[in-house]
């Protein structure tokens, strides 16, 4: 039905459209239209008259569900003919970026490859963050898997890192599915995509509803704990979860990881701020798998962080973070990126990789080109303003503000915790976990063998499953 004005807010335009989605789909295994919805939409930051434009050309094109369900290659038209409608709102890859990537080694892939907005969402009426800022029509995208049982107690959350998303299933597919560590037979996977993110979830791209323009400089500072409160209070209110088996992340997923084992003293101290239906006198997380991250944020990755934002604040297109709709600052979210790549991996990771080998031209060398490939390619998939917060969130991260301290508030996390660590992690060096697996009452520390440095967490699946499935299947 066609989008009246009188009703045109940006989230009621997105809820009929998740609902015709609903309708139209609901014998297909891909919801075209709610692809359509958050990620073409959201992500390519649509204006409210172009949002409203998609609904109008969605109502009149499926006329009726019969007809749709009767034929899918209408609606994979569909699906085409919007993605090349959309495709001037979204960022362009250049031609240098494309010459990058030919020219780039086979093993170029980053941590996460290519990645989007898909999933489902659910949008809250209003969010009010650490700081005491309010937020309104928040949408946090997320994916799950598996089904939650009848006493709701099933759940196992994972969480995603820096630049990753909701789509557990392409980042650590490995670990996910029948007789897998993340076993769907047993558990209800869900997977949420952080706050302040591009990837679906409310961040600086994200359109102001009192403004009707994205947020940019005027989004607020959020930390890992509010945006584990967001997804908490997305698990138990929309997911209907009362009891979390166990939650694992690696990096910024660790940091939420303990930010989730944290709820329940949390939620016991302040007993308003509970989610209904969650009894107290119970433990909300029963385990946890805390991964290359420590109880805090340290100087050392602090810096890294700063220094990777200085580089994007160097553009002068950053303008402040008030950049949509106008240039991007490409030069300094690419710095910022290839700033990543060196500490993530290790000295003796790109000598074994590049050595001292040139391009084919011999222009320059193939480490050099590995980075420019980098930085290039992730301009493609993210935006520089959620990676200015999102890092700025990451130097929050501390157990123990407002809670006593850090040794007390470890010490009142008591569920059993197996602390994994990457031997040449240099980012978040293995002290960081001996450190943690210390203050942690009841952790078992594991050190990983790898040559891959920090992204290890994520490369070494074969190591890290078996120590994961272990852990989760056995009794509390």
């Keep these: 039905e066609p989008i009246q004005s009188r009703h045109g807010s940006r989230s009621w335009c997105i809820c009929r459209l998740n609902r015709l989605a609903q309708v139209w789909y609901s014998d297909s295994h891909v919801p075209l239209l ?168 409310c961040g600086p791209s994200a359109i102001n509803p009192k403004t009707e323009q994205p947020y940019g400089s005027q989004f607020p500072a959020v930390s890992v704990r509010d945006s584990v409160r967001l997804h908490a209070r997305l698990v138990t209110e929309v997911l209907g979860v009362r009891r979390v088996h166990a939650v694992v992340g690696g990096s910024l997923g660790g940091m939420q990881t303990l930010e989730w084992a944290s709820l329940e003293n949390d939620w016991q101290r302040h007993p308003s701020t509970a989610p209904k239906g969650i009894d107290l006198g119970q433990r909300f997380v029963q385990r946890i798998v805390p991964m290359a991250c420590g109880a805090d944020h340290a100087p050392w990755q602090i810096a890294y962080g700063e220094a990777q934002r200085q580089a994007i604040y160097a553009d002068p297109n950053w303008n402040g973070g008030d950049y949509y709709n106008k240039q991007p600052p490409t030069a300094g979210l690419g710095v910022a990126r290839q700033v990543a790549m060196v500490s993530y991996r290790t000295p003796e990771a790109y000598w074994s990789k590049f050595a ?89 520390l594991v050190t990983v063998e790898s040559p891959h440095g920090h992204d290890g967490f994520l490369l070494e699946q074969a190591q890290v499953a078996p120590l994961i499935q272990e852990f989760l299947e056995r009794p509390v």
């Design 34 to 201: 709610l692809q359509v919805t958050w990620y073409w939409v959201m992500h390519a930051r649509w204006s409210m008259p172009r949002l409203r434009q998609l609904a109008t050309m969605a109502a009149s094109f499926f006329s009726t569900p019969a007809q749709t369900n009767a034929s899918t290659r209408s609606g994979v038209n569909v699906l085409n003919h919007l993605r090349t409608v959309t495709a001037t709102a979204a960022r362009p890859i250049t031609s240098t970026t494309m010459a990058a990537s030919q020219a780039s080694p086979d093993d170029a892939d980053d941590e996460y490859g290519n990645l989007k907005a898909d999933g489902l969402n659910h949008i809250f009426d209003r969010v009010t963050t650490e700081s005491g800022t309010t937020l309104h029509e928040v949408a946090v995208n997320y994916k799950t898997f598996g089904s939650l049982n009848a006493q709701g107690d099933n759940a196992l959350i994972v969480c995603h890192a820096l630049t990753g998303n909701a789509s557990l299933d392409t980042w650590w597919g490995g670990l996910l599915g029948s007789k897998q560590p993340f076993d769907t037979d047993k558990y209800f996977v869900v997977c949420a995509n952080i706050l302040g993110s591009c990837y679906g979830t």
């Design 356 to 444: 001292r080998d040139t391009t084919a031209n011999n222009q320059e060398f193939q480490v050099a080109a590995y980075l420019h490939y980098q930085g290039d390619k992730f301009n493609t998939r993210f935006d520089a303003a959620s990676y200015v917060s999102i890092t700025k969130m990451m130097d929050t991260h501390d157990l123990g503000r407002d809670r006593g301290g850090l040794e007390a508030a470890c010490a009142r996390l008591t569920q059993p915790a197996l602390v994994i660590g990457i031997s040449s992690d240099m980012l978040y060096p293995v002290t960081d976990q001996q450190r943690l697996a210390k203050l942690l009452p009841n952790a078992r």
